[in-house]
C-alpha cells in the first residue's frame, strides 16, 4: 500500500464512529502496509477480521472474496474495507456482491483499487482496472459520501448502504482488463493464452529482473 493510499484511507475514517462496530477487511493481507494498526489502534471497533483467499501477515480468515456471504452471513458487518485488492479478483463481480452482501443497512463500504495508469503487478495475477466513472456505476445502488483519485493510478470510493437498498445488476457491465486489453463483461481462458497478455507477463518479469538487478548492485556499492 502506497502512502498516498493510506494517507487518503486514514483521512476517510479519521471522523468515523467506529467503536463498538464490526469491521471486515477483505483481502486482508499485509503485502506492504495495511490500514488496520490504524483502524484498531484509533478508532477502536469491537471487532476486526481480516479476511484473504491464503494465509498471511493480517488474514484471521482465510475466505474467498465471492464466498464472503455464506462464511459470514448477510449484513453481518458495519464496515467492509478492501484496498487495493479488488483489481486481482478475477470475478470481481461476485467480489463487489458479497461486500455489499455482508454490509449491514447503514453500514459503510470503503475501497480503493487500481486505475488504468497503475502496471502490472501480478500477485499472483492482477486483472482490473477501474476507473472513477466505473466505481460510481458499481455503487450507484448506494449513497456515495466520497469518490477520488489518489494521486494518478488509484481511486477510492465511499459509500453509505441505503434502507431501501436494491443492488445494481452489473452483469453485463464491462471493466477494464489488462488481460484482454479492452473493457470485457467476464475473463474467459483463451484471454490467458493471447500473445498480448504474454507479451505483458514476460516485460513484467523483464522490468522486475532489471530493478532486482540495480537494487542487488546498489546495496554491494553501500
Not at 11 to 35: H, M, T, Y
Not at 202 to 219: E, P
Request: include cysteine.
Amino acid at each position: 500500500m502506497t502512502v498516498n493510499c493510506l494517507s487518503a484511507l486514514v483521512l476517510q475514517l479519521f471522523n468515523e464512529p467506529l467503536a463498538g462496530k464490526r469491521v471486515l477487511e477483505v483481502g486482508s493481507q499485509d503485502v506492504n502496509g495495511s490500514i488496520r494498526p490504524f483502524v484498531e489502534g484509533a478508532l477502536k471497533p469491537r471487532e476486526y477480521i481480516g479476511a484473504d483467499m491464503v494465509a498471511g501477515k493480517g488474514v484471521d480468515v482465510i475466505c474467498n472474496s465471492s464466498d464472503l456471504i455464506k462464511r459470514f452471513g448477510h449484513g453481518s458487518f458495519d464496515v467492509v474495507l478492501s484496498t487495493s485488492a479488488l483489481e486481482h479478483v478475477q470475478d470481481w463481480k461476485a467480489a463487489i456482491h458479497n461486500i455489499k452482501g455482508v454490509c449491514k443497512t447503514g453500514g459503510m463500504i470503503l475501497l480503493t483499487t487500481c486505475s488504468h495508469d497503475f502496471q502490472y503487478h501480478g500477485y499472483p495475477y492482477d486483472f482490473w482496472r477501474f476507473e472513477l466513472d466505473d466505481l460510481k456505476e458499481i455503487f450507484s445502488d448506494c449513497r456515495i459520501t466520497a469518490l477520488e483519485a489518489i494521486f494518478k493510478n488509484l481511486v477510492l470510493v465511499k459509500a453509505i448502504k441505503p434502507d431501501d437498498f436494491v443492488e445494481r445488476d452489473l452483469r453485463d457491465f464491462k471493466m477494464y482488463s489488462l488481460v484482454a486489453s479492452g473493457r470485457i463483461k467476464s475473463l474467459d481462458p483463451e484471454y490467458f493464452r493471447s500473445w498480448g497478455f504474454r507479451k505483458l507477463l514476460l516485460r513484467t518479469r523483464i522490468l522486475n529482473t532489471m530493478i532486482r538487478g540495480v537494487n542487488f548492485i546498489g546495496s554491494r556499492i553501500i
